[in-house]
């Protein structure tokens, strides 16, 4: 069993007098591959905002590394949803990936040959190398979110934090950085947790899922948790779990929200 | 050389003072200038401009200096855009440029009073254009110590600063005080203005705080390379502005010389229309 | 002094009608910078014995259409920006070079209660006629382009020719206002009353009723007290706008 590095314990978060998440609890470990998945709205950037301690909790307890939630910690990384880049940014990719080494200090930023190598490592992790002195905002954006990764990565965190890094990439991007995130968990030893509102591009690396609905969760293997009984209890009513092809489908009510409605590939409104 | 540089230019006193100023207020601006266009607040900055109008025209009222006339307004200014919310919006636009019109308006009731109670002459086109040959030689001393504070204040913060433009939420995840650092900001920016007013009056002053900096993001991809081209766009532009000004006596039928912010602005508008040119040439190749 | 009056309202519908469209298209940047432009025409045509209105609203005009061009081929306000203070800073070398030009530059720039009693109200009401002619025969376009611009170029309305006419209409307008309000205030009394009406309204034609109502207010007042004071007449107006921005501002959210 590898050690826990991220704790949850009953977490509760209101927002403007509203419940959002409600008696939370999960363990991530390290290396791990962890899907949260839920539909949109349903609380996924509020948990991980609590992660970060951008939203305070009502109640309960996040441990991270063993330490209490306190102001950062250098032991999770973080790659936000939407970067909106100004064309006239004078940034190069590499000034930007050692900006992550040091952002929040102050005084004139110093780099030693000993940044700049650990900078090319990142780099090279992400597949980005040929890209290092580009400037940031003539990237495409499947390229500036393997920077983005590389920039959170470059302080060898315990646990790498995405919210919704597939949202917006056509189905290529989406299975390149799927197996670069897989990958960055097994050789760099690198837990991932990142949200989404659909788990099937993950089925073939996600070890663990926290399924998030009505503000509860269930967390646990994949396998154990997407079945129609824990589902059932977790929704509070019937829900239908369908496999079909590797492909795993959960039909909650009719009257239920449309983003809960199965989504297969040709049927798919946007 | 005389038909460059006319007789006595190397030995006025005015110029010397003219020289210094305006390369402290040309770096501090070239500086400052690139995060805040980094950071989209190129409205932000011309309010200020507004506000320290306001302050220029009041000192002359109460007899104060004008660098402490437009730095008050430009400070006063930033304390304003910084209730009004910092970043833009359309309605904060709306908001924003409603306060700093009734700056202006003040402007306009100052200006008048200056021009009824005392007998300066030109007071409207000293404070709104800049009269940088009439510059007191003892505000050298403190335009340079602002300055150099501003520039300490801004190479210290350098890091959150660019985090901070890029993601705020990034840069909150880290821990920094994104607040902290946009009040910081802020009064750097304020500073800038006030200096850039010095040299240009208040209405040209967003000349010297953009466009050097546009200029040189426009054709640069590494920060360190912003500033310098920046600054050397800043302080050439100044300096020649000063020389053609001083030069343009002699030019014009009633000897009457051009200001030396038309040319400070004409150069930089040139500086900037050449460096675009440059960086889209080096990015179709 | 009856003139002063008779171009006060005139300037005071004009602005009202094309304030509402500044703040519906939240186009402040325009209603900011082009009357810089208007400021160096001015001072242009005076100097070569030209009427100063002839030069305020050629060169405003051409600015309006400099701007449209500029925006269209995919320029940022920076650029923009740059452009207008370079014209500000032409009708700055032209004010060194005459004494007299120094005096009127003033109210040029602040407006003076003589410059309104100056103005000769027939040619001004014929521009006022045309610019409020071309909102109203538009409005539909206007309104729709600036709340649902999609839906707009669905309807076959041309973004860039309705922008470009957009900003003309704002360059005559400030053509109109600047005698009296001066060019560095015109965007106050636009923008002000057309504000707090949009605070106060949300259907477009009540809201420009009341932006015009509120605009003519605010003039009226500034008039009677820069003719009492003889302080100048931009200060009033952009307290006047101020204030009722403000105050509707306090209002409605304490609802």
């Not at chain 2, 007899?63 to 400070?75: D, E, M, N, R, Y």
């Not at chain 3, 538009?138 to 729709?144: Q, S, Y």
Request: proline fraction near 4%; charged fraction near 10%.
């Amino acid at each position: 069993m590898q050690p826990e590095i991220l704790s949850v314990e009953h977490l509760t978060v209101a927002l403007r007098g509203r419940v959002i998440l409600d008696d939370v609890s999960f363990v991530i470990r390290r290396g791990e591959f962890t899907g949260l998945i839920g539909s949109n709205g349903v609380g996924k950037t509020t948990l991980l905002r609590a992660l970060l301690g951008l939203e305070s909790p009502h109640s309960g307890v996040i441990t991270i590394d063993g330490a209490p939630r306190g102001r950062s910690h250098a032991a999770i990384g973080y790659v936000p949803q939407k970067i909106a880049l100004d064309a006239d940014v004078p940034l190069r990719v590499r000034d930007f990936v050692a900006l992550g080494l040091d952002a929040e200090r102050w005084g004139l930023p110093r780099r030693t040959a000993a940044h700049r190598a650990r900078v090319r490592e990142v780099l090279e992790a992400v597949g980005a190398t040929h890209l290092a002195d580009q400037r940031l905002s003539a990237l495409s954006g499947g390229e500036q979110q393997r920077v983005f990764i590389a920039h959170a990565l470059v302080r060898r965190p315990a646990i790498l934090l995405l919210d919704e890094p597939l949202a917006n990439l056509d189905p290529r991007n989406v299975q390149e950085i799927v197996a670069l995130l897989h990958r960055l968990a097994r050789e760099h030893d690198v837990a991932i947790l990142l949200s989404a509102h659909e788990m099937n591009a993950l089925l073939p690396v996600m070890d663990r899922v926290i399924y998030l609905t009505g503000g509860h969760c269930a967390s646990g293997p994949t396998n154990e948790v997407v079945q129609t009984d824990v589902l059932s209890a977790l929704y509070g009513h019937h829900v239908d779990v369908v496999q079909v092809h590797g492909r795993v489908f959960v039909i909650a009510e009719p009257n239920e929200a449309t983003d809960n409605l199965p989504e297969h590939p040709t049927l798919t409104v946007h | 050389m005389h038909w460059l540089i006319a007789p006595g230019f190397f030995t006025s006193a005015p110029v010397h003072t003219a020289l210094v100023l305006s390369a402290i207020a040309a770096t501090v601006c070239a500086v400052v200038g690139v995060f805040t266009v980094l950071r989209g607040m190129a409205f932000a900055g011309h309010a200020l401009t507004d506000v320290a109008a306001t302050g220029g025209s009041g000192a002359v009222l109460v007899g104060a200096s004008p660098l402490t006339g437009f730095l008050t307004g430009a400070v006063a200014g930033a304390g304003a855009v910084a209730v009004a919310g910092g970043r833009d919006a359309r309605g904060r636009d709306v908001a924003t440029g409603i306060v700093l019109s009734l700056a202006t308006g003040l402007s306009a009731l100052f200006l008048y009073l200056d021009a009824t109670t005392s007998s300066a002459t030109g007071v409207t086109q000293r404070v709104l254009f800049g009269s940088l040959f009439s510059a007191d030689p003892s505000t050298v001393l403190p335009t340079l110590s602002v300055g150099l504070l501003a520039l300490v204040v801004t190479g210290l913060t350098v890091r959150p600063l660019v985090l901070t433009s890029l993601s705020v939420e990034l840069a909150r995840a880290r821990g920094i005080r994104v607040g902290l650092v946009n009040v910081v900001f802020l009064a750097t920016m304020a500073t800038a203005v006030g200096l850039s007013a010095l040299v240009s009056g208040s209405l040209l002053s967003t000349a010297l705080l953009i466009g050097p900096a546009v200029a040189a993001v426009r054709c640069t991809t590494r920060l360190s390379h912003a500033l310098v081209v920046a600054t050397a766009l800043g302080v050439g532009c100044s300096w020649l502005g000063i020389l053609l000004s001083y030069d343009s006596y002699n030019w014009m039928p009633n000897n009457q010389s051009l200001p030396v912010s038309f040319f400070v602005v004409v150069t930089v508008v040139l500086s900037y229309a050449i460096c675009t040119w440059w960086g889209t040439r080096a990015r179709r190749v | 002094m009856i003139n002063a009056w008779e171009v006060g309202t005139i300037v005071a519908i004009v602005a009202g009608v094309v304030g509402f469209l500044v703040v519906l298209r939240g186009d402040v940047f325009a209603a900011h910078a082009i009357p810089n432009g208007a400021f160096a025409g001015a001072a242009g045509a005076s100097l070569v014995g030209l009427s100063p209105l002839l030069g305020l609203g050629l060169c405003s005009v051409t600015a309006a259409l400099v701007i449209s061009a500029l925006r269209r081929h995919g320029q940022r306000d920076a650029s923009t920006a740059l452009v207008l203070v370079l014209t500000l800073a032409s009708g700055a070398a032209l004010l060194s070079q005459s004494t007299q030009l120094a005096s009127s530059a003033y109210s040029l720039l602040f407006g003076e209660i003589l410059g309104a009693s100056a103005t000769r109200v027939l040619p001004l009401l014929l521009l006022a006629v045309v610019v409020v002619g071309v909102v109203l025969l538009r409005w539909r376009a206007f309104v729709l382009s600036a709340v649902t611009p999609d839906l707009a170029m669905a309807r076959g309305i041309h973004q860039g020719r309705l922008d470009a006419s957009f900003l003309v209409v704002v360059a005559l307008a400030t053509t109109l206002t600047v005698p009296v309000v001066g060019a560095l205030l015109v965007f106050s009394l636009m923008v002000g009353p057309a504000a707090a009406a949009r605070l106060l309204v949300a259907r477009p034609g009540r809201s420009l009723l009341v932006a015009t109502a509120t605009s003519l207010v605010v003039l009226w007042g500034a008039l009677a007290a820069a003719y009492w004071t003889n302080w100048p007449v931009g200060f009033f107006v952009s307290v006047g706008s101020a204030g009722v921005y403000l105050i509707v501002r306090l209002i409605t959210h304490s609802r």
